[in-house]
């Protein structure tokens, strides 16, 4: 059954830093383009970052570039986001998100096919 389950989601302080992951299982999945969206309270889901499946292409949101750095380690079956420079605009659910077109990641057109729970991220300023 093709599975993800994201977590390392916290609480931190403004310009605090936090280490999403998310495990996927399914015997293609290393083969799948994988990303991140998240969505804060009483607005739409939003792209974060997406990944290719072998990870060497990536493409970030306007406000994620240069602070949040998205990777992959397909022998450990794991997706990470490393997020750091955190700030009270950044508060929201994160979620996982994986398809084998890598442009449905990138633009959720249409939505990507497979999706994490969710972890909560909540900085403080």
């Known amino acids: 059954q093709v599975q993800l389950v994201d977590s390392g989601g916290g609480l931190v302080q403004d310009g605090g830093s936090l280490r999403l992951s998310c495990t996927y299982s399914?015997?293609?999945?290393?083969?799948?383009?994988m990303g991140w969206y998240r969505q804060a309270p009483g607005k739409e889901r939003e792209f974060v970052a997406a990944i290719s499946w072998s990870g060497g292409t990536t493409y970030y949101a306007d406000s994620a570039e240069g602070r949040f750095t998205i990777s992959r380690n397909n022998t450990k079956n794991a997706m990470y986001l490393q997020m750091n420079s955190l700030k009270p605009e950044n508060t929201a659910v994160y979620y996982c998100?994986?398809?084998?077109?890598?442009?449905?990641?990138?633009?959720?057109?249409?939505?990507?096919?497979?999706w994490g729970q969710g972890t909560q991220v909540t900085i403080s300023s």
């Open positions: 998100a994986a398809d084998w077109k890598y442009d449905s990641v990138r633009t959720s057109h249409p939505p990507p096919e497979y």
């Open positions: 399914g015997r293609t999945f290393h083969t799948y383009a």
